[in-house]
């Protein structure tokens, strides 16, 4: 049940930013990183974390950001597609 006056949407954003974050936190945690790189990424989400107290909407957006650079990280975007180089 909403509270008077609020919004159900933001209320929806709350949860996914809420989901979101501990997903996150519990990928970082177990990832095969070296401890500094996985220590950048927490501080990222604890910046997230912070902004989500404030304006869930950006908060929102700083995840989906996060996640696409994340998943990049791991497919291992920096590194060739294959052997030739290309």
């Known amino acids: 049940m909403n509270n008077p006056g609020t919004n159900p949407r933001d ?7 809420s989901d979101t974050l501990r997903s996150a936190f519990a990928a970082i945690a ?3 990183i070296a401890p500094d790189e996985k220590g950048r990424w927490q501080q990222r989400l604890i910046a997230v974390t912070n902004i ?3 304006d869930v909407s950006r908060a929102h957006e700083q995840l989906v950001r996060f996640n696409d650079e994340w998943n990049t990280r791991l497919r291992g975007k920096d590194e060739p597609e294959d052997e030739t180089g290309r």
Not at 11 to 17: L, S, Y
Request: glycine share 0%; proline share 0%.
């Open 52 to 54: 989500a107290k404030r």
């Open 30 to 32: 177990t990832a095969d």
């Open 11 to 17: 209320d929806t954003i709350t949860q996914q930013v």
